[in-house]
Antibody
Framework: EVQLVESGGGLVQRGGSLRLSCAAS????????MSWVRQAPGKGLEWVAN????????NYVESVRGRFTISRDNAKNSLYLQMNSLRAEDTAVYYC??????????????WGQGTLVTVSS | SYELTQPPSVSVSPGQTARITCSGD??????VYWYQQKSGQAPVLVIY???KRPSGIPERFSGSSSGTMATLTISGAQVEDEGNYYC???????????FGGGTKLTVL
């Protein structure tokens, strides 16, 4: 059974930093693209970033580029999101998600339960 | 930036067919994916590659795509199908993924 468990969320002041983690199990982590998706309170889904299997390709939504860094440790079956210079508009539940097809950044088929990040102003 | 456009809401009676649309300029060349999200829960993939259904998703869920518009159809909608539905696809010019704004489906 695929499991994705996010952690690291919490309350942080505007301008602060936070590192989210996602522990993966139940599949061969090193063969899948992984993504972060967020959802602000009462709002829709927003794709944030994704990373290739070996970490050699990373993509970011424009609003976080230069402030957030996605990374992974295949030896630890873990995905990370380093978030710096946080803004009030970054307040959201952050989900990690696995691509449907191995070796392709396709649909996101498995999701974690999410971790809440609240940026106070 | 690339946008996927969905109607904010759709309402049907139980047993009727619900259709949720998603329009985007790159849909003729790129697959669309559909997610169902119920309150307080993570999204669930209900359609991938325009029209394929993951295992465990009821047959009443189907998808199609023609030109710049994709459609999620729920044939014989049930009360438990209520929730928010999002389409998802890629902006291939910049290799970034985008969700539609979401459609709230009400079945009553």
């Amino acid at each position: 059974e695929v499991q994705l468990v996010e952690s690291g969320g919490g309350l942080v002041q505007r301008g602060g930093s936070l590192r989210l983690s996602c522990a993966a199990s139940g599949f061969t982590f090193s063969t899948y693209w992984m993504s972060w998706v967020r959802q602000a309170p009462g709002k829709g889904l927003e794709w944030v970033a994704n990373i290739k299997q070996d970490g050699s390709d990373k993509n970011y939504v424009e609003s976080v580029r230069g402030r957030f860094t996605i990374s992974r440790d295949n030896a630890k079956n873990s995905l990370y999101l380093q978030m710096n210079s946080l803004r009030a508009e970054d307040t959201a539940v952050y989900y990690c998600a696995r691509a449907l097809h191995s070796n392709s950044p396709s649909a996101l088929v498995d999701w974690g339960q999410g971790t809440l990040v609240t940026v106070s102003s | 930036s690339y946008e996927l456009t969905q109607p904010p809401s759709v309402s049907v009676s139980p047993g009727q067919t619900a259709r949720i649309t998603c329009s985007g300029d790159q849909l003729p060349e790129k697959y669309v994916y559909w997610y169902q999200q119920k309150s307080g829960q993570a999204p669930v993939l209900v359609i991938y590659d325009d029209s394929k259904r993951p295992s465990g998703i009821p047959e009443r869920f189907s998808g199609s795509s023609s030109g710049t518009m994709a459609t999620l159809t729920i044939s014989g909608a049930q009360v438990e199908d209520e929730g928010n539905y999002y389409c998802y696809s890629i902006d291939s010019s910049v290799n970034l993924w985008v969700f539609g704004g979401g459609t709230k489906l009400t079945v009553l």
